[in-house]
């Protein structure tokens, strides 16, 4: 069987399991088990699969027919030009959270603090994209930091400290900056998540078994006492949640407030700042 043989039976079977972009996922398997970059897979699709690339494919397609992210399967996923490791330990990076950084980058900062660190993916782009920044990550969960230390090293960003605990338990001092993806999906939004989403993704990640606000309180609580003067909070949002997140943030002090849209026009990130 070929490349493009295995290919099209492929995006076949995915498209009858109501995978949303068939193509795209059979592609990015498939260019996982040949190991080559997605984009060289055009290259060798005449060629011949081995035995043990067909059964590995089988496999891979398999884990996706089960609604398992891509990510999760190929252990990586791209964010802002660089690769992360994923795993079910961690949320899967999306190109949403790049409006985070985005916003983040137009101001000044030598220190950040990230909360909820996860992958790294928000505290390594940014350190990567300003030389000579340093930065602590904080994560309650220690699988998600044994993944963060993975990206850390991958990246060779020595300037990143990574600790354990919730929000800023475990933080001393203050940043210049602070950014959080914090889980704010409201129990009663999590039944209409997407598989991938909602059966193979960190709970703890997603959402706070409530209104989806608790994050947001714990982190406008602390973050007056954790932010340099002058410096910036930047948190990513669900897209009906700017006014919520806004106005815990007045109430704790925090000023010019504004909140900044996705690609796709959608509220995504709420800027503050403590007084200079």
């Not at 660190?117 to 998600?144: Q, Y």
Request: hydrophobic share 45%; proline share 7%; aromatic share 4%.
């Amino acid at each position: 069987m070929t490349g493009n043989q295995a290919l099209a039976a492929a995006i076949a079977r995915l498209r009858a399991g109501g995978i949303a972009d068939p193509a795209r996922d059979a592609r990015r398997l498939l260019a996982h088990v040949i190991g080559i970059d997605a984009g060289r897979l055009t290259l060798v699709l005449s060629d011949p699969l081995t035995p043990d690339a067909q059964n590995d494919f089988e496999r891979a397609l398999a884990r996706r027919l089960d609604r398992q992210p891509v990510a999760q399967i190929t252990g990586t996923r791209a964010f802002f030009g660089r690769d992360f490791h994923v795993t079910p330990d961690v949320l899967d990076p999306r190109p949403d959270t790049e409006t985070l950084i985005d916003c983040a980058l137009k101001v000044p900062f030598d220190t950040v603090l990230d909360l909820g660190t996860g992958t790294g993916c928000i505290l390594f782009s940014l350190l990567a994209e300003r030389p000579g920044a340093r930065g602590s990550g904080v994560d309650v969960s220690a699988a998600a930091l044994d993944v963060a230390r993975v990206n850390r090293d991958r990246l060779g960003l020595d300037q990143a400290e990574l600790v354990q605990g919730a929000w800023f338990a475990p933080v001393t001092g203050r940043f210049d900056l602070i950014v959080s993806n914090p889980p704010y999906i409201a129990a009663d939004e999590m039944p209409g998540l997407a598989p991938e989403v909602r059966d193979w993704e960190p709970h703890i990640a997603l959402t706070d078994g409530g209104d989806g606000l608790d994050a947001y309180r714990a982190i406008s609580a602390g973050a007056v006492a954790h932010l340099a003067p002058g410096g910036h909070l930047m948190v990513e949002i669900g897209p009906t949640q700017a006014r919520a997140v806004s106005d815990l943030f007045q109430k704790a002090g925090l000023v010019n407030i504004a909140t900044h849209p996705d690609i796709d026009g959608r509220d995504r990130v709420v800027v503050a700042q403590r007084r200079p």
